[in-house]
């Protein structure tokens, strides 16, 4: 029923942008909440950001506030992560995830979940 696919991942060095997309089917930022996930190898599944309209707000995680910003377009059916000042920290797969609920839940507490795009930052 609902369907989630990230997208624009890609290779860029320090300093660069990215653009990533999350194509949602059957769900939008209006049914609870969207957001954007990463996992580097060997470490635990990290919060990015998140965007709920019910609540009327967007989330940044602290390693990210300032560089990227989360965006929403329902006629579309589709929400942003735009990447700026990019960090070679940043390297990772990043999904994309929906809850029913808001943005304030645990990095896996999410309904469901799209296939991640990989996003590594050189030096």
């Known amino acids: 029923e609902v369907q989630l696919q990230a997208s624009g991942g890609g290779l860029v060095q320090a300093g660069g942008s990215l653009r990533l997309s999350c194509a949602a089917s059957?769900?939008?930022?209006?049914?609870?909440?969207i957001g954007w996930l990463r996992q580097a190898p060997g470490k635990e599944r990290q919060g990015v950001a998140c965007?709920?309209?019910?609540?009327?707000?967007?989330y940044y995680s602290e390693y990210v506030k300032g560089r990227f910003t989360i965006s929403g377009d329902n006629t579309k059916s589709t929400v942003y992560l735009q990447m700026n000042s990019l960090k070679p920290e940043d390297t990772a797969i990043y999904y994309c995830?929906?809850?029913?609920?808001?943005?304030?839940?645990?990095?896996?507490?999410?309904?469901?979940w799209g296939v991640g795009t990989q996003v590594t930052v050189s030096s």
């Open positions: 995830a929906a809850a029913r609920g808001g943005c304030l839940r645990g990095t896996y507490d999410y309904d469901y």
């Open positions: 059957g769900f939008t930022f209006d049914d609870g909440a």
């Open positions: 965007i709920s309209s019910s609540e009327g707000r967007t």
